[in-house]
């Protein structure tokens, strides 16, 4: 379960705020309850581990996608975690429709937006930055309707507070971090909130320097398998890994998809199907 620091925004933003309640992270599909057990009796019942079904296959993989899966499996092997030799490979460098670099600094200043707000910044502050960035043209629809709400519930609080995971493959994508978190380590929030709150709409803006499309299938790609380990784990009412904590790999899958622009899916309805 996480938490973020209840204050971590008014610090951020130098304003006096009272105390908060802290607020729980969401329940999402990655942590989403297995099916019930079998019925208990005399003699136990052992059931056959159930693999999760996969997306649709890539014949005639390129040796460039094969290299990426690859590389992939070894570092979870070296981290302990399950894979799945028959998972298809991601797209390659020639077939991804990675975003636009000023589309990527427009996601991370809306994600940085919503996640404060979802941790509990007052309306009124929420509301500063947004006009201090322009970013109203850079919500999605659902942040939209989220920034609009003056009582937003603990639940619609939670998700939005986990885009600080979004935001944080964002700035490492825009060259601003040399490198992701591993898959078990929560951002520092208060981190990446400053990173770009101090530098500003126009530094922000001009200083990022998107990363090669081929990094970010590499990344892609692995957290892809990430993903399916949690989806197995939880499907076979396992543990998941101990490297892998599932609600950071399905926001940075979420991310990730959305970077390389999988199925050209808006924001709101990227997939991160395994």
Not at 29 to 49: C, L, N, V
Not at 137 to 142: A, H, V
Request: some cysteine.
């Amino acid at each position: 379960m996480r938490f973020f620091l209840a204050l971590l925004s008014c610090a951020v933003f130098s304003i006096g705020c009272g105390s908060k309640k802290e607020t729980p992270a969401p329940e999402s599909t990655s942590a989403s309850r297995a099916d019930e057990a079998p019925t208990a009796s005399s003699t136990p019942m052992k059931t056959k581990p159930r693999t999760p079904p996969l997306p649709p296959s890539r014949p005639n993989p390129t040796p460039e996608a094969l290299e990426r899966k690859a590389r992939s499996e070894r570092i979870l092997r070296e981290l302990g975690v399950p894979i799945l030799a028959e998972l298809p490979v991601v797209d390659t460098a020639a077939e991804a429709k990675p975003r636009a670099q000023e589309a990527v600094v427009d996601r991370a200043i809306a994600l940085m937006l919503v996640a404060v707000k979802g941790e509990g910044l007052e309306q009124e502050h929420v509301d500063r930055q947004l006009k201090k960035f322009s970013a109203q043209p850079f919500l999605s629809p659902e942040e939209v309707a989220f920034i609009a709400q003056l009582k937003p519930t603990q639940l619609e609080r939670a998700k939005f507070g986990w885009r600080y995971e979004c935001l944080s493959v964002m700035t490492w994508a825009l060259g601003y971090d040399a490198e992701l978190n591993p898959a078990n380590t929560i951002v520092d929030a208060g981190r990446v909130v400053r990173l770009v709150l101090d530098k500003g709409p126009a530094d922000f803006r001009s200083g990022a320097k998107l990363r090669p499309v081929s990094e970010l299938l590499d990344a892609n790609d692995l957290v892809y398998r990430m993903n399916w380990a949690c989806v197995n784990a939880r499907v076979n009412g396992q543990p998941a890994p101990p490297a892998l904590d599932c609600e950071i790999v399905l926001e940075r899958h979420h991310a990730l998809n959305w970077l390389i622009g999988y199925q050209g899916q808006a924001w709101d309805d990227v997939s991160t199907d395994t």
